[in-house]
Protein backbone atom coordinates (compact mmCIF):
# COMPACT_ATOMS: atom_id res chain seq x y z
CA UNK A 1 0.00 0.00 0.00
CA UNK A 2 2.30 2.36 1.31
CA UNK A 3 4.44 1.94 -2.43
CA UNK A 4 1.46 2.35 -4.07
CA UNK A 5 0.78 5.45 -2.69
CA UNK A 6 3.94 7.34 -2.71
CA UNK A 7 4.23 6.18 -6.62
CA UNK A 8 0.81 8.28 -7.00
CA UNK A 9 2.21 11.24 -4.62
CA UNK A 10 2.50 14.69 -6.79
CA UNK A 11 0.97 13.29 -9.87
CA UNK A 12 -2.60 13.95 -11.12
CA UNK A 13 -5.15 14.45 -8.35
CA UNK A 14 -2.74 13.60 -5.38
CA UNK A 15 -0.39 16.54 -5.29
CA UNK A 16 -2.79 18.31 -3.06
CA UNK A 17 -2.51 17.90 0.44
CA UNK A 18 -6.14 17.67 1.66
CA UNK A 19 -6.90 15.00 -1.03
CA UNK A 20 -3.51 12.70 -0.15
CA UNK A 21 -4.69 13.04 3.58
CA UNK A 22 -8.74 11.86 3.02
CA UNK A 23 -7.37 8.87 1.05
CA UNK A 24 -4.97 8.00 3.63
CA UNK A 25 -7.99 8.20 6.19
CA UNK A 26 -10.08 6.13 4.51
CA UNK A 27 -6.78 3.31 4.03
CA UNK A 28 -6.72 3.22 7.75
CA UNK A 29 -10.35 2.60 8.30
CA UNK A 30 -11.86 2.36 11.86
CA UNK A 31 -10.84 5.10 14.52
CA UNK A 32 -8.73 2.86 16.41
CA UNK A 33 -6.29 2.63 13.49
CA UNK A 34 -6.03 5.95 13.38
CA UNK A 35 -5.08 6.81 16.37
CA UNK A 36 -2.24 3.75 15.83
CA UNK A 37 -0.59 5.23 12.77
CA UNK A 38 0.35 8.71 12.29
CA UNK A 39 0.13 10.44 8.95
CA UNK A 40 2.93 13.39 8.26
CA UNK A 41 2.39 15.13 4.86
CA UNK A 42 4.84 18.11 4.21
CA UNK A 43 5.94 20.02 1.66
CA UNK A 44 3.75 22.41 -0.91
CA UNK A 45 1.30 21.43 -3.40
CA UNK A 46 2.90 19.32 -6.30
CA UNK A 47 6.17 18.56 -3.98
CA UNK A 48 4.68 16.85 -1.44
CA UNK A 49 6.48 14.60 1.13
CA UNK A 50 5.02 11.12 3.08
CA UNK A 51 5.63 10.00 6.42
CA UNK A 52 3.77 7.17 8.06
CA UNK A 53 5.14 6.43 11.99
CA UNK A 54 3.68 4.24 14.36
CA UNK A 55 2.55 5.46 18.06
CA UNK A 56 4.16 2.98 20.39
CA UNK A 57 1.60 4.22 23.20
CA UNK A 58 -1.60 3.99 21.30
CA UNK A 59 -0.43 0.76 19.88
CA UNK A 60 0.62 -0.55 23.02
CA UNK A 61 -2.72 0.09 24.68
CA UNK A 62 -4.63 -1.20 21.46
CA UNK A 63 -2.95 -4.65 21.98
CA UNK A 64 -3.82 -4.45 25.68
CA UNK A 65 -7.77 -4.43 24.36
CA UNK A 66 -7.82 -6.88 22.28
CA UNK A 67 -9.14 -9.98 23.47
CA UNK A 68 -8.25 -13.75 25.12
CA UNK A 69 -9.84 -16.74 23.83
CA UNK A 70 -9.83 -19.85 26.21
CA UNK A 71 -10.32 -23.15 24.23
CA UNK A 72 -11.57 -26.57 25.93
CA UNK A 73 -11.26 -29.68 24.72
CA UNK A 74 -11.54 -33.54 26.08
CA UNK A 75 -8.47 -34.75 24.12
CA UNK A 76 -5.86 -35.03 26.05
CA UNK A 77 -3.53 -36.47 24.54
CA UNK A 78 -3.15 -33.23 22.47
CA UNK A 79 -0.55 -30.38 23.62
CA UNK A 80 -1.25 -27.25 23.80
CA UNK A 81 0.09 -25.77 20.93
CA UNK A 82 -1.61 -28.78 18.68
CA UNK A 83 -5.28 -27.81 20.35
CA UNK A 84 -4.58 -24.00 19.13
CA UNK A 85 -3.30 -25.17 15.82
CA UNK A 86 -5.98 -27.55 15.11
CA UNK A 87 -8.32 -24.65 16.08
CA UNK A 88 -7.23 -22.75 13.44
CA UNK A 89 -7.25 -25.15 10.71
CA UNK A 90 -11.23 -25.65 11.04
CA UNK A 91 -11.73 -22.69 8.42
CA UNK A 92 -10.05 -25.49 6.01
CA UNK A 93 -12.51 -28.14 6.73
CA UNK A 94 -15.72 -25.71 7.10
CA UNK A 95 -14.56 -24.37 3.08
CA UNK A 96 -14.62 -28.04 1.98
CA UNK A 97 -17.95 -28.81 3.34
CA UNK A 98 -19.33 -25.20 1.88
CA UNK A 99 -17.72 -26.70 -1.79
CA UNK A 100 -18.96 -30.07 -2.03
CA UNK A 101 -23.15 -27.97 -1.10
CA UNK A 102 -22.10 -26.24 -4.15
CA UNK A 103 -24.37 -27.71 -7.01
CA UNK A 104 -21.19 -27.05 -9.34
CA UNK A 105 -18.64 -29.11 -7.89
CA UNK A 106 -20.52 -32.26 -6.71
CA UNK A 107 -24.45 -32.39 -7.95
CA UNK A 108 -25.80 -35.47 -7.27
CA UNK A 109 -30.04 -35.70 -8.12
CA UNK A 110 -32.35 -38.47 -6.68
CA UNK A 111 -33.18 -41.79 -8.97
CA UNK A 112 -36.14 -43.32 -9.51
CA UNK A 113 -35.44 -46.32 -11.25
CA UNK A 114 -35.64 -49.75 -9.73
CA UNK A 115 -34.09 -51.80 -12.78
CA UNK A 116 -30.11 -51.97 -12.08
CA UNK A 117 -29.85 -51.45 -15.98
CA UNK A 118 -31.99 -48.03 -16.15
CA UNK A 119 -29.20 -47.10 -13.37
CA UNK A 120 -26.53 -47.83 -15.36
Known amino acids: MKIQLLQKLNNNRWFREDKVRDKCMRLLGSKKF ?70 KYLSVRPMFHRVDSSVR
Do not use: C
Open 34 to 103: KNVIQVKITGEEGNLNLSIARNKTAFEEHVLSLGKSFLMTSRTDLKPLEVAWSYRQQYIVENAFKLLKNP
